[in-house]
């Protein structure tokens, strides 16, 4: 049996991604790739699904699983475009349906209303600083409960979070380095250091 390890993406999936084959150029799959994660990341801030550490020790288990799934949500999202083109999908919906996912794996289940309201606010705020009126104060309008949009977008989480389970396989199991790190800070006695704990965090969060 070989002792090489395998990898969730293979050599020939990073030099050559479905969406690269598919004629998109590699500096635009990465900004969309990028943005995907960011507007993962603001919505979870926005979701209450991001806390800062003060104490490890402090930290309820709640509290640290709202963390991770943010993390957890940036990982399949990453993973999804090593097996899908980003012809085929957009990088919103495949955002919504990754966290809505990665919430329920975590055990802080979100609901599809709020993760929609949010996904909503956050496009409507990105189109309004590229157009015509983006030196104007973004005014947010919230959808209609019974319009076109908001089932729309409901119906795109669904199939986002089905496309996701059906093309990697069911294989969502992902291994953060945040247990790691508080483990190192316990074992050097920082665990109750506010500053340390939140530079270390912040560390991660930006790898």
Known sequence: MSNYLYPLASLAQIQKSPSREDGIPEDLEQDLRAYGCKLIHQAGILLRQFVMPFSCW??????????????????????????????????????MGALYLSSKLEECPLRMRDIINVYDLLLQRANHSIGSKAHQEFRYHPMSYFGDTFYSMKEALVVAEMQILKRLGFNVHVVLPYNT?????????????????????????DA
Request: contains cysteine; aromatic residues 14%.
């Open 181 to 205: 790190l508080i483990n190192y800070l316990q074992l050097l006695g920082l665990g109750r250091n506010p500053e340390v704990c939140t530079k270390a965090w912040g560390y991660l969060n």
């Open 58 to 95: 402090s930290r309820s288990h709640l509290e640290f699983r709202k963390q991770v799934a943010i993390a957890t949500a940036q990982i399949l999202f990453q993973r999804f475009w090593y097996v899908t083109s980003l012809k085929q999908f957009g990088v919103a919906d495949i955002g």
